[in-house]
């Protein structure tokens, strides 16, 4: 059987995240979700303080900025909490700052998806021995005629992400500690971003381990409208992200991020079972000549 798929639970502890905003902000409820997640199959909790929803039609303005003081605020305790428990954490962010801070705390993955836009966040990686996800993205991952300007979207988000990891191996991060995420939703329309999920095994041609997040965003709901012709709601979306999550682990995706763990996971391992059926069925067929 092909390698395993890694299943990234998703854990918010913002007050404003386009899925689930508010629910998990009390230290408590943050804890028991990621408990229930990790009881329903998690391999890694992804924590995130501040939103990263993009500019644009289906977001207005986007994300507004906090201060990184007060991302720090919102994730250090909740870190410290999971380390302690024996999860392997994700610190969600684009600052180096806040990565520096969640890396100190235990954490042993920063998911930037700003594609290593700030030099700190390169360095604080590389300090610690971190691993890495670089995610594509433009324009503060803005969609619009300007961002979604690519000559082919495959090549184009391919060659933005190997100047990022040039460069992020430049300021000291080690190459083999780099995971590549090709932003589905980030400066992407839904056309494009459904095209970079089917050409996954194409970022996986890269050597680099490739993590994929398409839960519950918003380009199933513009591409699925349900039937009365409106876009589901993020809670609404499940149907589409597994679409998404079956696509992504038969092209090779290593990792998927999600909302919705365990039915996540399930639906991973049996697009995983399916990745290599050939060798099984010549087993099979070798058994029966015997």
Not at 165 to 180: C, F
């Amino acid at each position: 059987m092909s390698a395993p798929v890694e299943i990234w639970g998703v854990l918010n502890v913002t007050p404003d995240s386009f899925s689930d905003g508010g629910r998990f902000v009390a230290l408590d409820a943050a804890i028991e979700h990621a408990e229930r997640m990790r009881a329903e199959g998690a391999d890694v909790i992804d924590v995130g303080g501040a939103s990263s929803r993009p500019p644009g039609k289906t977001y207005g303005a986007g994300a507004p900025d906090i201060a990184p003081s007060e991302e720090i605020a919102r994730v250090a305790p909740v870190i410290e909490a999971l380390v302690a428990r024996g999860m392997r954490v994700s610190i969600d962010t684009a600052r180096g700052e806040v990565a520096d801070a969640a890396l100190a705390r235990g954490a042993s993955i920063v998911n930037d998806v700003t594609m290593g836009a700030d030099d700190a966040l390169l360095d604080a990686v590389a300090r610690h021995g971190a691993e890495l996800v670089l995610m594509h993205s433009r324009g503060g991952g803005r969609v619009d005629a300007t961002t979604t300007a690519y000559r082919d979207v495959v090549d184009d988000v391919l060659a933005e992400l190997r100047g990022a990891i040039t460069r992020a191996v430049s300021r000291g991060v080690r190459a083999e500690r780099i995971w590549i995420d090709p932003g589905v939703g980030f400066a992407k329309t839904p056309a494009q971003s459904a095209a970079l999920i089917g050409a996954t095994s194409r970022f996986v041609a890269s050597g680099h381990r490739v993590l994929v997040g398409a839960s519950r965003k918003s380009f199933i709901g513009q591409l699925a409208p349900d039937a009365s012709g409106s876009a589901p709601a993020p809670d609404a979306r499940l149907g589409g992200s597994i679409a998404a999550i079956t696509a992504a682990v038969l092209g090779g995706a290593h990792a998927v991020r999600v909302h919705d763990v365990a039915v996540s996971r399930q639906a991973a391992l049996v697009a995983l079972a399916m990745r290599a059926p050939r060798n099984a069925s010549r087993g099979k067929e070798a058994r029966a000549d015997a």
